[in-house]
């Protein structure tokens, strides 16, 4: 350690205890700001062509991180001594436009491509095809309060779900139930050999079917297990395709309800379920590749003897969605606030813990590849830690809306563990205020990659900045107009200073983390906790 990095802790210690001694709140840091303006234009240059895993934009931004970590003291964090954690993968994704037919006693009746469906895709097999009867299963979920497979025989069927999930449930919970992969796999449970989604109307006005349609052959890629296989939960029931509300409505034709009938009544609460009078003919062609990626790890060794052996996660995706057919003549999507911005902020983090005071756990800052491919980066981190140590808590940085400056924040997980009042008091230093979530439809809870640690049995929050102060403007109009889009660039008004008040509560969620006498736990009797903690 050099003599001006001591003084600069010493400095940086001092302010901390002056703020928490006089109740002054932190406020944004002008430099850091600058550096998150910087860090966030080479991420979001044109030059990374949308970094999307396995490609060389990706890689080059993965040697960016690997070089601010060397530059700032923070140590390489893989199992091999270096940054990189490397994930193998297959890539696939709908070779050709498939088949949907629907069979009944009238003859076939072939679904339109990109008007009534989009293929899925299978990345154990070139070609599936199944052919079966279809049962309508609601929202396809098994609650407390309802089993939408009660009373009904899907084996060997094709099970078909609405999107999303039932609006009573706590928000957290409904983005479990509504998750696609937690719905195929209770079909699976079931013996159903095949999966069909069709679009509730709410959905598909908030997602437009166009810009799925728009990106229908993205790569989605699977981590590779030791067999060399693409990891692929719920096998046996394929994703044979998704439904526009247009296609869904053919579905039920000859059925004893609607689908206009169904919608009503799930929207009510309560969907009838029932066998449909058609079946479907399903031919879906994947062509897959496989792809090597890594994840970019750093290290801040724990200073306390005892604390140091269990591990803090600090994670933000590094990838994005690449290179997409152009939207008013650009192609390229930067990803400036997906997340560029949540990598920015994390570096910065990273920054005030090694200029501070050391933290008493280890903390692993994990910049991850593939999230948006199905959250694959994580979910092999999360599964193959590069430390025998225990990773006891996940704090994940995913596209903080910075074109605002925001007063509010989601904690999403916080209220399921001891994580929560350490969110409360970090919030309370930056001055900054709690908000229940307020799209609950959008089931943000397990869209990103906190998501994969939970599912391990770690105690994670994920802050989403609050719909305060015109945060409900920012955050829809980002959404509608420049979500996945070529437009999330650095044309955004982004506010910098926001982008370091991000850093600021983030940082002072992990140092209460990392410095607490008492391991994360989740809270007796927590919904997650209970699903996912191992005995
Ligand atoms: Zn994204």
């Known amino acids: 350690m050099s003599l001006s990095q001591a003084l600069a802790r010493a400095l940086a210690g001092a302010a901390v205890l002056a703020a928490a001694s006089t109740g002054v709140q932190a406020q944004p840091d002008d430099r850091a700001a600058e550096r998150i303006k910087a860090h966030v234009a080479f991420l979001a240059d044109d030059l990374l062509q949308g970094r999307e895993a396995g490609t060389p934009g990706f890689d080059l931004a993965a040697a960016y991180v690997a070089s601010q970590f060397a530059q700032i003291d923070v140590q390489p964090g893989a199992a091999d001594g270096s940054y990189f954690q490397r994930v193998s993968m297959v890539a696939g994704r709908p070779s050709d436009e498939g088949a949907l037919v629907l069979t009944s006693k009238a003859g076939p009746a072939p679904l339109k491509f990109g008007e009534d469906y989009l ?190 052996g269990e591990v803090v996660v600090l994670s ?78 996940n704090i994940n940085l995913d596209m903080p809306i910075l074109t605002y400056d925001f007063v509010d924040v989601v904690a999403f997980g916080a209220e399921r563990s001891s994580l929560g009042p350490a969110v409360q008091r970090a919030a309370g230093r930056m001055g900054v205020r709690l908000s229940p979530d307020p799209l609950p439809e959008e089931g943000l809870f397990t869209r990103s990659d906190h998501y994969r640690f939970v599912e391990q049995g770690v105690p994670s929050v994920f802050l989403m900045t609050g719909f305060e102060n015109s945060g409900r403007e920012a955050f829809t109009s980002f959404l509608k107009d420049h979500y996945h889009k070529p437009s999330d660039d650095l044309s955004l008004p982004i506010d910098y200073r926001a982008g370091a008040k991000f850093a600021g509560i983030n940082y002072e969620i992990a140092r209460e983390v990392a410095d607490a006498d008492a391991r994360p736990a989740w809270n007796d009797g927590d919904f997650f906790g209970t699903l996912f903690v191992r005995p």
Do not use: C
């Not at 997906?338 to 994390?346: F, I, K, M, R, S």
């Open 119 to 308: 293929p899925g895709r299978n990345l154990l097999s070139a070609t599936t095809h199944v052919a079966a009867p279809l049962v309508f299963v609601g929202y396809g979920v098994r609650t407390a309060r309802q089993d939408d497979y009660a009373g009904l025989n899907v084996k060997g069927k094709i099970v078909v779900a609405l999107s999303g999930a039932p609006a009573g449930l706590q928000t957290e919970e409904r983005a479990y139930y509504a998750n696609s992969r937690t719905k195929r796999l209770a079909a699976e449970a079931r013996g159903a050999v095949g999966f069909i989604t069709i679009m509730a109307p709410s959905d598909e006005t908030r997602r437009p079917f166009a810009n799925s349609a728009r990106q229908w052959r993205n790569w989605g890629m699977a981590w590779r297990t030791e067999a060399g296989e693409a990891f692929s939960p719920a096998a046996s029931t394929p994703d044979l395709g998704m439904l526009s509300v247009t296609g869904a409505a053919k579905l039920f034709v000859g059925a004893r309800r609607s689908y206009d009938e169904v919608v009503k009544a799930a929207e009510a609460g309560a969907p009838p379920r029932f066998a449909l009078a058609q079946g479907l003919d399903a031919t879906i062609n994947t062509e897959a590749k496989l792809v090597e990626s890594a994840n970019v790890v750093g290290r801040i060794e724990g200073a306390d003897p005892k604390l140091k």
């Open 316 to 393: 933000a995706h590094l990838d994005h969605i690449g290179v997409t057919p152009p939207i008013n003549g650009d192609s390229i999507n930067n990803g400036a606030l997906d997340n560029a911005g949540g990598v920015a902020t994390t570096l910065e983090v990273a920054r005030a813990f090694v200029e501070g005071e050391r933290p008493r756990r280890t903390l692993l800052f994990l910049l991850n590849t593939a999230e948006e491919k199905g959250l694959v980066g994580s979910d092999y981190f999360a599964r193959n830690p590069p430390t025998s140590a225990p990773i006891v808590a």
